[in-house]
């Protein structure tokens, strides 16, 4: 079974500071995503990245950095967070091989105050 | 690129009857599709994984029907039960040769006893 962690579980943050979103994929897959989801929008492609040092810009990029330095851990880097940021974030890994299914981790619940 | 409707975005029925969700997509190359299930407060779980190959793909308790004529996808609940009461979306990959999957917006079932 695909596993897929992330950390922290849930963050509150303050206007203007730094939030950092781990995402850990033990399954060896290729490809990771961060997404956020909000209410009425569904999910949300926010950067995703073909293997270890790449990173590419999903469909919402704007004030969000991602890092992948090693095949397993793929972060989101949020450099001066703002309220809009509020949200769910999810991870997720997956394989072109597979068709690119993608499986998710449990979702971190932001809070920027 | 690829767009993907869902339809309905909510949707409420009594428990034994059946549960329609239906999405449309616009890419007549897309290859693979995805419906996920998402319980409250939770991460999204595979349901299914289908290829264009194969119209008719039946799971525990549901059926997943594609009509790549009218770019139609659609979850077909049978029975539905309490335990079914959860958000669920259909994805899109929008071709074999690339890596971007898209969602659907969603659709909240809410199975009554």
């Known amino acids: 079974e695909a596993a897929v962690t992330q950390s922290p579980r849930n963050k509150v943050a303050v206007t203007g500071g730094k939030v950092t979103l781990s995402c850990n994929q033990t399954?060896?897959?290729?490809?990771m995503y961060w997404y956020r989801q909000d209410t009425g929008h569904g999910l949300r492609l926010i950067h995703y990245s073909y293997g270890a040092g790449s990173t590419e810009k999903g469909d919402i990029p704007d004030g969000y950095k991602a890092s992948r330095p090693s095949q397993e851990n793929f972060s989101l880097i949020l450099e001066l967070a703002t309220p809009s940021q509020t949200s769910v974030y999810f991870c997720?890994?997956?394989?072109?091989?597979?068709?690119?299914?993608?499986?998710f981790g449990p979702g971190t619940r932001l809070l920027v105050l | 690129g690829e767009q993907v409707e869902q339809r309905p975005p909510h949707l409420s029925v009594r428990e034994g009857d059946s549960a329609v969700i239906t999405c449309t997509y616009t890419d007549p190359n897309s290859y693979y599709f995805f419906w996920y299930k998402q319980e409250p407060g939770a991460s999204l779980q595979l349901l299914m994984k289908?290829?264009?190959?194969?119209e008719i793909n039946e799971g525990q308790g549901f059926t997943v029907l594609l009509n790549k004529k009218d770019k139609r996808l659609s979850l077909n609940l049978t029975a539905a039960h309490p335990g079914d009461s959860a958000a669920y979306f259909c994805?899109?990959?929008?071709?074999?040769?690339?890596?971007?999957?898209?969602f659907g917006t969603g659709t909240r079932l809410q199975v009554l006893p």
């Open positions: 997720a890994s997956g394989d072109t091989g597979d068709g690119d299914t993608q499986y």
């Open positions: 289908v290829f264009s190959s194969t």
């Open positions: 994805a899109v990959s929008a071709s074999s040769n690339t890596n971007k999957v898209v």
């Open positions: 399954n060896n897959h290729n490809n």
